[in-house]
């Protein structure tokens, strides 16, 4: 088998090297404007401002005597469209204004064949960090690319390029396992995946419950999922302990590494992109190794629910009734609503720790329904909570960090289609409308009113955008769950 090392070199191998090189090639400018400094009323100034009110981006660029310039300006507003204003929260943050900026002119100056860039970097530091994670997030690409801008910056603060190196770099991690194809990343191998990243880093503890260890704890409906693959099923526990006191918060990732959608299969168009599957472990994944190699003081047990949902001899089927861990039973009306099922019997575990290791709070990431993507497209994430505080704090956070989400509500009047004459509940219904609701619902049956948010991602982008430079796994809750844990977790 080949070295997983192997299928993570292209993310591996591909930082921003910031030196300068002296090698005779085209130089470029990348420069972030102070907030004053275009309203001088000059030709030039009266130009650019011109050219910024028009620009999607607080980006403009042009040709200078010493090579082709990027100006940023985020503090330039563009043209006024109506005295009337959406919710603030949803505007674009500051952070990401200035990411995507920068992110964009990074790739406007890879297609201009620029090798070094000088980069004048913004003297305050939020600025500056959100400048350099937009610089590592431009670079990513899956391919791997021999094509490198070499970065000459104006001024050197090793602390926060090394921070923004490590955001970044967490990022594109899970944009880059959400792009490997599902012959490559199994369950086996996303845990064994897991296992290389973080093991032996201080305060990491891992364990890799198998099939057998599976059917010691009762993950009846993970073991359901995962029956008929010859990969098999299995649950990622990673513990991270920066203190014996300190009180940890459990994130829980979907983690299906494809989704044919079983016996109630997929069409082919519904099944092209269902290696995307298991981008809510990517982005707890993500999170756990940049909390782990930041040495965050917020103490974290990540759990990766991982399976493949195919179709065999042993699949499950419609009518199934299968015992969860947490004693709950469940009667299968679909096998494409398998996410939650997986999520089920984590989320059992996570909330069941006791003593030092019981979680304040709980939150799980998982590309759970097209429902929500039909309701808030594919940028902003469906955010469900059984605690406001909690879902107030997600929410300002995670548009702060420019990861938006939309607090949805936990109609609980819906529960009452989730009925089943033979099981305790079912794990889809016949409506047609709300599935997203009703899929958190279910979720909600398995925290035991443990303080829970429930992020429903789409986990991929359909093109290039902003700081992004193509389409694919696009790390959608890394910046936010960071800014979060960041931030003090707890309400």
């Not at 089927?317 to 089920?344: C, F, H, K, M, W």
Request: hydrophobic share 40%; glycine share 8%.
């Amino acid at each position: 088998m080949a070295k997983i090392s192997a299928f993570l070199e292209p993310w591996l191998t591909q930082s921003c090297v910031r030196s300068f090189s002296n090698e005779k090639a085209v130089t470029g400018h990348l420069i972030f404007n102070a907030k004053d400094s275009l309203s001088a009323p000059k030709d030039a100034a009266d130009w650019i401002k011109e050219k910024f009110s028009k620009a999607p981006l607080p980006l403009v660029s042009y040709e200078s005597s010493s090579g082709p310039t990027w100006l940023i300006s985020p503090f330039l507003k563009p043209a006024k469209r109506s005295a009337l204003k959406s919710d603030p929260l949803l505007e674009s943050s500051a952070f990401a204004k200035v990411r995507d900026a920068a992110g964009a002119a990074f790739q406007q100056a890879q297609r201009a064949g620029v090798k070094n860039l000088y980069v004048e970097l913004p003297s305050k530091a939020e600025d500056a960090l959100a400048f350099l994670v937009g610089l590592e997030i431009a670079q990513y690409k899956f391919k791997k690319s021999a094509d490198k801008i070499e970065v000459q910056l104006s001024k050197t603060n090793k602390e926060l390029m090394e921070q923004a190196e490590l955001i970044g770099h967490s990022v594109n991690l899970a944009r880059h396992l959400v792009n490997l194809p599902p012959n490559e990343l199994t369950p086996e191998r996303f845990a064994s995946i897991a296992k290389e990243l973080v093991g032996g880093t201080k305060g990491v503890r891992i364990e890799i419950w198998n099939k057998e260890r599976l059917k010691k704890e009762n993950m009846n409906l993970l073991l359901a999922v995962g029956g008929a693959s010859i990969n098999e099923p299995c649950l990622v526990h990673l513990e991270y302990r920066p203190s014996k006191k300190a009180k940890p918060i459990a994130l829980v990732g979907k983690g299906i590494t494809f989704d044919s959608g079983g016996l109630d299969i997929k069409t082919a168009a519904g099944m092209r992109l269902m290696k995307k599957d298991m981008g809510g472990a990517a982005a707890v994944l993500a999170t756990f190794f940049w909390a782990a190699k930041s040495k965050s003081p917020q103490a974290i047990d990540a759990y990766l629910s991982l399976a493949e949902n195919s179709i065999g001899s042993n699949a499950f089927r419609p009518g199934d009734i299968y015992t969860s861990r947490s004693g709950q039973t469940v009667e299968i009306t679909n096998t494409d609503a398998e996410g939650r099922l997986v999520l089920a019997d984590a989320l059992d575990v996570a909330v069941t720790q006791t003593g030092a290791n019981e979680p304040e709070q709980v939150i799980n990431v998982a590309t759970l329904t097209g429902a929500i993507k039909v309701g808030l497209g594919a940028t902003l994430a469906g955010l469900f909570s059984n605690h406001l505080p909690l879902a107030e704090k997600i929410q300002t956070e995670f548009c702060k960090a420019g990861d938006p989400v939309w607090n949805m509500p936990l109609y609980q009047k819906y529960r009452g289609s989730m009925g089943s004459p033979v099981a305790d509940m079912t794990n889809s219904v016949e409506a047609p409308f709300g599935g997203a609701i009703t899929a958190a619902l279910f979720l909600e049956n398995f925290v035991k009113e443990k303080p829970w948010a429930h992020l429903d991602v789409y986990a991929w982008r359909d093109g290039a955008d902003g700081a992004w430079s193509e389409g694919g796994g696009s790390g959608q809750g890394v910046l936010g769950l960071i800014q979060l844990l960041s931030k003090s977790l707890k309400p």
